[in-house]
């Protein structure tokens, strides 16, 4: 495949560059020094944990005897650059070959590069990474080409004696993200994180600009609930307050320049929070945030004449929305901007809020001098739940998590993938998940979640610990098993997008023109015939009429007749009550 997504959601956070890690070398390497090396590292990195020491111990010791065929053997992993990964292959890579004699490269690659690899695996059958991690985004793109290796049965097969005892699936928060409709796991996550709603706390509960909105809007400024509170706080902020502490504050910010990036900052669940879709969790069944139907496991459609949403009244609804706060309430260079360029833009401090912000840039944004950071080293802003476009219904999924994920190909040699399989639950063990989550505050489980360590780091986290905690986190999910061809579909989003932020055409237009394109894409899939009984089979062209009929006869919500009102009355809540109402102890185990 020629088509690659590139210059993605992490490029603020890593280099441009590939990364290329130093083959980690254990020439010669024995049992009783690969467990001597596990004492000392459990002793001086691998804290805290949430296994105790002994526990610890004894994990390491089952991966030095279980790697003792592989000794010697060098093995090649790739992933993204960002933090987490960068602290996986400057010390996990190094800590697991001083303990198993396997000899490790851990290469960072921008995201693009990534896809663009494995691309290049699946398609000539040449071992080019023993590993990948992998964003979980592609789940229905593995499941259907049948080229990556079904985790459920590599663990009760092939894998089995190379498979962690103390492994504890259960303990995953994203394994419904990498779960295909066959009820098979066929990535493990790695590392995860959401897009939520961002705010300065600080500003919203100043008296004198709480009682100006509650004057102006009749309820109270407070973290949005819906689409229209929201607006009504960028109009606020833009256009009444104006300054504050002598700063010129804007009540939004985004980005609008038409380059890959845009593409993301859509397919990434934008039309899910408005009310695209239908409801179910991970993803809306049987039509998705992408606006793509499927029935069964074929999917059938993406424009409303097929059954699909893609430019059905809820996503163009998102796109309106997307393109007047744009124009309206963020800064003027917004509209020029790529993702790189807008991140680092809330950190200045002169933006009120924010619906579309990633919590990988939590560690950023705690960096002690920022505008946006007390004395004390506390951040004066927050994150919470995003609020909920005119169209959504509950049921529905409200945003989107990223879950990069580790994945083995079947064209990897099975002994290669025997020992990197090793290396790939070394990463996400509970001898050393805990520590990786607080360098890198991308959680993958629920015990490392609800440790006292981030109860009490979690005040200056500005509502990290709190999100992960909260029952409303099942609702942020990555792209789901609709989608055949993550590749080939994704980079559709950011030229159709682009032009409806441009100008050159309007929502509707915009929208029809991807949704054409996406039929187009699945139409190539049912001819060539590549992805078996689950490949696309399309839906003949009838009518918007009768599929808004159809839905209601079969008790679906999408597509959804256009809304008479689509900006109800503004409904706000108090963060520290929403805080509150969270359960504090953590769910039980089955």
């Known amino acids: 495949m020629a088509e690659t997504i590139i210059n993605r959601r992490r490029l603020l956070l890593g280099s441009a560059a590939v990364l290329a890690a130093p083959v980690i070398l254990a020439p010669r390497h024995s049992l009783a020094q690969g467990v001597d090396a596990a004492r000392r590292w459990v002793g001086e990195e691998f804290q805290p944990s949430t296994l105790s020491r002994e526990q610890q111990m004894q994990e390491m010791e089952w991966f030095a005897r279980a790697a003792q065929p592989f000794r010697g053997q060098e093995i090649n992993v790739v992933s993204e650059t960002i933090t987490t990964h960068e602290y996986e292959a400057r010390t996990l890579a190094k800590a697991f070959s001083e303990i198993t004699g396997i000899r490790l490269r851990h290469d960072l690659l921008q995201e693009g590069d990534v896809v663009e690899k494995i691309q290049t695996q699946m398609q000539s059958g040449r071992n080019v990474y023993d590993a990948w991690v992998n964003d979980s985004d592609l789940i229905g793109t593995h499941f259907r080409y049948q080229q990556a290796v079904p985790l459920t049965d590599w663990m009760a097969g092939e894998g089995k004696d190379v498979t962690l005892p103390t492994l504890d699936l259960e303990d995953f928060i994203g394994r419904s993200f990498c779960t295909a409709p066959d009820g098979k796991l066929y990535q493990l996550p790695d590392q995860q994180f959401a897009n939520l709603y961002w705010f300065r706390y600080d500003w919203f509960t100043r008296p004198a600009i709480k009682d100006a909105f509650k004057k102006k809007y009749g309820y109270d400024l407070g973290v949005p609930v819906n689409w229209s509170a929201y607006e009504d706080i960028a109009e606020f902020f833009t256009n009444d307050v104006k300054e504050v502490d002598g700063v010129k504050v804007y009540g939004h910010m985004d980005y609008g320049k038409k380059d890959p990036s845009l593409g993301w900052r859509f397919t990434d669940a934008w039309l899910s929070m408005a009310g695209n879709g239908d409801r179910g969790i991970p993803n809306g069944k049987p039509v998705d945030e992408w606006g793509i139907r499927m029935e069964g496991c074929r999917p059938t459609g993406s424009s409303i004449e097929r059954g699909g949403d893609t430019n059905g009244p809820a996503a163009v609804y998102a796109v309106t929305k997307y393109v007047e706060w744009l124009k309206k309430y963020a800064p003027p260079e917004a509209a020029g901007m790529t993702f790189s360029e807008s991140g680092p833009v809330p950190a200045q401090g002169n933006i009120a809020q924010q619906m579309f912000w990633y919590t990988a840039f939590t560690a950023d944004m705690v960096k002690p001098g920022l505008p946006v950071v007390d004395g004390e080293g506390l951040p004066k802003w927050r994150m919470a739940p995003s609020p909920k476009g005119a169209y959504w219904k509950d049921g529905m999924k409200l945003g989107y998590q990223d879950a990069g994920s580790w994945t083995l190909l079947k064209s990897t040699p099975v002994d290669r993938r025997k020992a990197a399989w090793l290396y790939a639950q070394f990463c996400v063990s509970k001898s050393t998940s805990l520590k990786k989550s607080h360098v890198g505050l991308t959680f993958i489980r629920e015990s ?50 682009g032009d409806a932020s441009s100008g050159a055409k309007t929502p509707q237009q915009a929208m029809d023109a991807l949704a054409a394109a996406q039929d187009s894409v699945l139409e190539r899939l049912q001819r060539a015939n590549v992805q078996g009984e689950c490949g696309p089979k399309l839906n003949p062209k009838t009518s918007a009429e009768h599929w808004y009929e159809q839905s209601k006869k079969d008790g679906n919500l999408a597509p959804q007749r256009k809304l008479a009102n689509e900006k109800p009355k503004g409904e706000t809540v108090d963060y520290d009550t929403l805080i509150r109402s969270w359960p504090a102890t953590p769910p039980k185990r089955a």
């Open 448 to 497: 490392d979640i609800w440790h006292q360590s981030f109860t009490e780091r979690a005040p200056k986290l500005g509502g990290l610990v709190e999100f992960y905690r909260s029952p409303a986190r099942v609702q942020w999910t990555p792209t789901g098993v609709n989608i055949p061809d993550y590749p080939k579909l994704a980079q559709l989003w950011w030229q159709n997008i």
